[in-house]
């Protein structure tokens, strides 16, 4: 695995998400000398394969490949929304409006990776992150799960894709050419 | 004794899965070695269409086989196929292939020029996770995706109007289609 790729990344994402906390702390600011409400603390937690990406401890020894997108959990206001997705698209990364749609395992944890004054950036952890793809988006990720488990890294993997009523066996079908 | 029987089961066939699964991993491992998937991904990602953690060298120049490139997105990597339209409406050049698989992403782009919702798939890949690939902004930064690429229009002007484009142009130094663009961007704010 190339260990540089995962230090770039994690060092792209750290710049957006400081140029994030710096232009919220700006307008408040701005805010603050206009007497009008501040722009309260922001949590985003990444969920996807750019969550794995930035998880050091999987990204060596699991093959991963992403698109630009990224999948995340946003509670935050219309201005830091509005500015994070034009801090991606300079980065040619994408934010995928559809993540509230990702579904993520009831026992999931997170993972603090950034901690700024009005930002906070967390990655759910990697096993929920595996267990989510293998449930709900199984076709883009079958060769990634085989290599998950196969790894032994991970070994309530298979038990937790069994107990939320995964299909074990989809991952068996081999891709005849 | 039926309880430990259904559970001593379901241990043994879980077992089994999983030493398939493994045999499994070994053969993926295998494909993603090979020259037809390295290629393709060393040119997609040293473009910026995908990020990976793997060693892989890159080829932002490479000349590729679309069936090549299929086939590494159907059997190792279905995120190439995601991807694959938005980089062959990029960098056509650096493209071949067969005339069914052109036609195919010609298809695709017209549908996403045209901005239509036809119900259209490549290798399965619906057309709703392929659009947002046209509109990224790449590695290079010199290409330019679908919504910044400029539109040629001509037009017919009367001579003095041509005069005094060409004399806004060396008054401000900026060209003949930044000072026609800036002039309707004005119009299009008054009204």
Redesign the interface.
């Known amino acids: ?3 540089l ?2 230090l770039v ?1 994690k060092k792209l994402m750290r710049k957006i998400f400081t140029d994030l906390n710096q232009a919220v702390e700006l307008e408040n600011r701005k805010r603050l000398k206009k007497g009008t409400l501040i722009i309260p603390k922001s949590e985003i937690i990444i969920y996807g394969q750019m969550s794995l ?1 930035l998880n050091e401890s999987v ?2 020894f ?8 990224m999948d995340a959990q946003l509670r935050m206001d219309y201005f830091t929304k509005n500015k994070l997705l034009e801090l991606l ?6 934010y995928d409006d559809d993540s509230h749609l990702v579904w993520i395992p009831k026992d999931a944890k997170t993972i603090d990776l950034f901690q700024f004054k009005n930002i906070e950036v967390k990655l759910i952890d990697a096993e929920s992150a595996l267990v989510s793809k293998a449930i709900h988006a199984p ?2 990720n079958k ?1 990634l799960i ?2 998950a ?2 790894s032994g890294k991970f070994p309530a993997l ?1 038990d937790r894709i ?1 107990e939320n009523n995964g299909n ?2 989809y ?2 079908e ?2 005849i ?1 | 004794m039926e309880i430990l029987n259904i559970f001593l089961r379901a241990t043994l066939n879980k077992i089994a899965i999983i030493e398939k699964i493994n045999k499994l991993a070994q053969q993926d491992k295998q494909r993603r070695q090979d020259p037809r998937y390295l290629k393709i991904m060393g040119f997609l990602v040293a473009k910026g269409f995908l990020h990976t953690n793997l060693k892989i060298p890159l080829n932002p120049n490479a000349h590729i086989n679309l069936e090549d490139a299929v086939w590494a997105g159907r059997f190792v990597e279905p995120r190439v196929i995601e991807v694959l339209p938005a980089a062959y409406e990029r960098f056509k050049k650096h493209f071949s292939g067969d005339a069914a698989t052109i036609e195919k992403l010609e298809q695709i782009i017209d549908c996403i020029q045209q901005q239509d919702n036809h119900e259209i798939d490549f290798y399965g890949m619906s057309i709703d996770k392929i659009k947002p690939w046209f509109f990224i902004r790449l590695r290079d930064g010199r290409s330019k995706s679908l919504d910044n690429r400029k539109v040629s229009k001509s037009f017919r002007f009367k001579p003095e109007t041509v005069d005094i484009l060409k004399s806004l142009k060396d008054q401000t130094g900026k060209s003949e289609t930044e000072i026609l663009e800036s002039l309707v961007a004005e119009t299009g704010m008054k009204l």
């Open positions: 695995m190339n260990c790729i995962i990344m990406m990204a060596t699991l093959n991963l490949i992403q698109t630009a997108d698209k300079t980065k040619g990364l994408v076709q883009k060769q085989r290599q488990i196969a298979v069994i074990l066996e991952f068996l081999g891709d050419e």
